[in-house]
T-cell receptor
Framework: AQSVTQLGSHVSVSEGALVLLRCNYS??????LFWYVQYPNQGLQLLLK??????LVKGINGFEAEFKKSETSFHLTKPSAHMSDAAEYFC???????????FGAGTQVVVTP | DADVTQTPRNRITKTGKRIMLECSQT?????MYWYRQDPGLGLRLIYY???????NKGEISDGYSVSRQAQAKFSLSLESAIPNQTALYFC????????????FGPGTRLTVL
């Protein structure tokens, strides 16, 4: 079975500051890991994914995430927040042989000037 | 044109009414999913289908049914809508070639009065 825990349902960051969103997972099989972003009144859009290649994954809009097997973590970072980063972010896990995604509860990011 | 489309985008209905939400995709994917999103709960899987002849219940299937009319079409029905089915509903598709990455439609906002 797979599960995902996102620490912090709301995160407030200043424009230009580091964005750090935490995701821990559990999986009984080697995982695929994903970060999705949801802008207001829109569907989910893939930011990046880990599929057992490089452990540091770069995504769109300057985001990146590092897969740490020993810590069962896949935290999302961006060095400098922009106002347009205000959105909800979801971490998700899938088993390599299992087509379903298990989503975390989401983290709402607010960016302040 | 969007790869995954959902109709309607918004619907207001009354308790006890039958409602159908439709999803179409042009991605050529075999796998399709229905989720509901509620604040603080992330996305929860209602039903999924790995091909036209395969339908599976997700974690919250009670009160819902689905039909996979073709590879490209997957409909979700609420036989007798109730207020706690008020939510944002998403359709998604995936393919084994994309490491279980899911592609989402824009969502349907359903309100049951």
């Amino acid at each position: 079975a797979q599960s995902v825990t996102q620490l912090g349902s709301h995160v407030s960051v200043s424009e230009g500051a580091l964005v750090l969103l935490r995701c821990n997972y559990s999986s009984s099989v080697p995982p695929y890991l994903f970060w999705y972003v949801q802008y207001p009144n829109q569907g989910l859009q893939l930011l990046l994914k880990y599929t057992s290649a490089a452990t540091l994954v770069k995504g769109i809009n300057g985001f990146e995430a590092e897969f740490k097997k020993s810590e069962t973590s896949f935290h999302l970072t961006k060095p400098s927040a922009h106002m347009s980063d205000a959105a909800e972010y979801f971490c998700a896990v899938s088993g390599t042989s299992w087509g379903k995604l298990q989503f975390g509860a989401g983290t709402q990011v607010v960016v302040t000037p | 044109d969007a790869d995954v489309t959902q109709t309607p985008r918004n619907r207001i209905t009354k308790t006890g009414k039958r409602i159908m939400l439709e999803c179409s995709q042009t991605k050529g994917h075999d796998r399709m999913y229905w989720y509901r999103q509620d604040p603080g709960l992330g996305l929860r899987l209602i039903y999924y289908s790995f091909d036209v002849k395969d339908i599976n219940k997700g974690e919250i299937s009670d009160g819902y049914s689905v039909s996979r009319q073709a590879q490209a079409k997957f409909s979700l029905s609420l036989e007798s809508a109730i207020p706690n089915q008020t939510a944002l509903y998403f359709c998604a598709t995936s393919d084994l070639q994309t490491y279980n990455e899911q592609f989402f439609g824009p969502g349907t906002r359903l309100t049951v009065l």
